[in-house]
T-cell receptor, first 114, second 111 residues
Framework: KAGVTQTPRYLIKTRGQQVTLSCSPI?????VSWYQQTPGQGLQFLFE???????NKGNFPGRFSGRQFSNSRSEMNVSTLELGDSALYLC?????????????FGPGTRLTVT | DAKTTQPPSMDCAEGRAANLPCNHS???????VYWYRQIHSQGPQYIIH???NNETNEMASLIITEDRKSSTLILPHATLRDTAVYYC????????????FGTGTRLTIIP
């Protein structure tokens, strides 16, 4: 079974721009969660989507948004990029909401903001 | 979510058992203990989880104290591929769980 895929793997943007990252979950998984990982803050939860609805949200500003499509693929968008948004963005999929023991992570998208 | 405390780093000789401690003194009755690890440049990987009983799977064993205020992850025969950052996470069963990662323990397996 193919794992979680994320595209692109690497991205360089400048301050003020916006970016969209994509995540394709494991086949049959309907929940997708997004995390931000930085050296200073560690791994932080952004949000979780299930059946095209946001089910859970972390403490991030409104510049961070996401959505999920009917095929469970998910995108996250960051608008008005800041230098501090440079991070590894990870997505994880699971069969259902809140099944923390069944979360499978993708390799991540490394975003650099200059 | 309850917070966890882990040592920042540990070393273990290859072939020996690696015992990684975690304190979660404010854990509440319906919260589980989860362990994930992150090998360099990869996404986190689920290892094991438990509520109050000790658990074992093909990767590791989880020992939870009777008062549930601490736990130990045991990798029985550590290999070089077990070098990673190990995260202990406490989260509840109410349907709005999320993984709140702390700083973890950087485990280095020494040949």
């Amino acid at each position: 079974k193919a794992g979680v895929t994320q595209t692109p793997r690497y991205l360089i943007k400048t301050r003020g721009q916006q970016v969209t990252l994509s995540c394709s979950p494991i086949s049959g998984h309907r929940s997708v969660s997004w995390y931000q990982q930085t050296p200073g803050q560690g791994l932080q939860f952004l949000f979780e989507y299930f059946s095209e609805t946001q089910r859970n949200k972390g403490n991030f500003p409104g510049r961070f948004s996401g959505r999920q499509f009917s095929n469970s693929r998910s995108e996250m968008n960051v608008s008005t990029l800041e230098l501090g948004d440079s991070a590894l963005y990870l997505c994880a999929s699971s069969i259902g909401v809140g099944r923390l023991y069944e979360q499978y992570f993708g390799p991540g998208t490394r975003l650099t903001v200059t | 979510d309850a917070k966890t405390t882990q040592p920042p780093s540990m070393d273990c000789a290859e072939g020996r058992a690696a015992n990684l401690p975690c304190n979660h003194s404010t854990i509440s009755g319906n919260e589980y203990v989860y362990w994930y690890r992150q090998i360099h440049s990869q996404g986190p990987q689920y290892i094991i989880h438990g509520l109050k009983n000790n658990e074992t799977n093909e990767m590791a064993s989880l020992i939870i104290t009777e008062d549930r205020k601490s736990s130990t992850l045991i990798l029985p025969h550590a290999t070089l591929r077990d070098t990673a950052v190990y995260y202990c996470i406490v989260s509840g069963g109410g349907g709005n769980e999320k993984l709140t990662f702390g700083t973890g323990t950087r485990l280095t397996i020494i040949p």
